[in-house]
């Protein structure tokens, strides 16, 4: 069965780092492009960043552009975010995703068939 689990989330101080990863078993990760999300304290969910499984082609949402870096090694089956420069406004639980159809790439909070479990990113002094 499909699993996506993910992990590295914590507490960081502002201004700090964290890299998360997004551990992907039961398909063959390489066909499919992948997305993370993110959900904050009484908000709704929010797109974060999405990779092609071909190309690779990156995409982020405006709030983290130039901050965060979404990559993933398709021989270890593994999706990642590298989070810099991370706000109080980066506080949320993440969420890595797997899109439905192999050759798109959603840009959404929907249209997903698998989600990992989350991980907590706290940002705070």
């Known amino acids: 069965q499909v699993q996506l689990v993910e992990s590295g989330g914590g507490l960081v101080q502002p201004g700090g780092s964290l890299r998360l990863s997004c551990a992907a078993s039961?398909?063959?990760?390489?066909?499919?492009?992948m997305s993370w999300l993110r959900q904050a304290p009484g908000k709704g969910l929010e797109w974060v960043s999405a990779?092609?499984?071909?190309?690779?082609?990156?995409a982020y949402a405006d709030s983290v552009k130039g901050r965060f870096t979404i990559s993933r090694d398709n021989a270890k089956n593994t999706l990642y975010l590298q989070m810099n420069s991370l706000s109080s406004a980066d506080t949320a639980v993440y969420y890595c995703?797997?899109?439905?159809?192999?050759?798109?790439?959603?840009?959404?909070?929907?249209?997903?068939?698998?989600w990992g479990q989350g991980t907590q990113v706290t940002v705070s002094s």
């Open positions: 995703a797997k899109n439905p159809t192999r050759g798109t790439m959603l840009r959404s909070t929907v249209g997903y068939d698998y």
């Open positions: 039961g398909f063959t990760f390489s066909r499919y492009s």
């Open positions: 990779i092609h499984n071909i190309d690779a082609t990156t």
